[in-house]
């Protein structure tokens, strides 16, 4: 399937967008082929992150898809590979690329800022915390970060095995991990204990607070799952299969809906509810 796609902002520099002589603006026919994270809401506007087209991508409601940020097309070039995205609340946009091992800051018509020098290996996961700060999750590393927003030198926060999805919980963080226990919690000291004991996903991506705030959601990509899981470590599908292929990222919009990126169906979907899904690309 293929959307119409606004190009309204376009990055400078090497990753700047080819859309043939002059570098016109017009409208051109995209397809989005493997949405994997998702930040913001449709209502004030919606980051996804594809890795294959490969950028970013905004969508508000009401209006069609806007590729804000083209990747290079080269490995090692920025946003080749896109994987994670957070947004503040001053509406800064914050992404995390494993083509380049680095986080970026980006701005409107600027190209993307590198805010580490390159001091991750494959972060996975990402997420902006009180007083600008950022957490970096690196599947390679085994570890999780945190830094200011304004870019610096990483400090490690704590070890957790291969962490991928994470979200801010109080003063600490809920973390994915592949490890021997697959959903634990990091406090702010640094301090890591298990949610979820023992392996019951099967590959799971990404974690945010259940719609009634008892306990968590995790996507699971190979099982096309949405599991719930309770303030005890008890976890049950909450949602499963049709027309969810492969669920990787999620957030939660204004409303309390959560919002999932599958690239395994090239869609973005709003889940009210198990028994309320629906796409939010037409």
Known sequence: MYYRVT???V????????????????????????PCSVAGSPESGM????????????????????????????NRSPLASPRAIAVDSKGNLFVADTATCEVYRLKPGEPPIPLSNGAFEI???????ENDTLYIADMRLSTIYRMSTSGGKPEILARVRAPRGLMIEGDGLVVVSAGPDQLVRVHGDGKVEPIVRGR???FPHAVVAAP????????????????KV????????WFKGAPLVRPVGMTRDSSGAVIVADPGAAAVFRLKSPDDIRSLIP
């Open 212 to 227: 009634d705030r008892e306990g968590y959601l995790v996507s699971d990509g190979y099982s096309a799952t949405i599991w």
């Open 200 to 202: 019951p996903f099967s």
């Open 11 to 34: 990055a400078a520099g090497s990753i700047g967008l080819s859309l043939g002589a002059g570098g016109s603006t017009d409208a051109v026919s995209v397809r989005l082929v493997a």
């Open 7 to 9: 190009t309204a902002i």
């Open 47 to 74: 980051w996804i992150a594809d890795t294959r087209i490969p950028g970013i991508v905004k969508l508000s409601e009401g209006k069609p898809l806007e590729l804000a940020f083209a990747g290079g097309k080269l």
């Open 123 to 129: 972060p996975m996961g990402l997420a902006v915390g």
């Open 230 to 237: 309770s303030a005890r470590g008890e976890t049950k599908a």
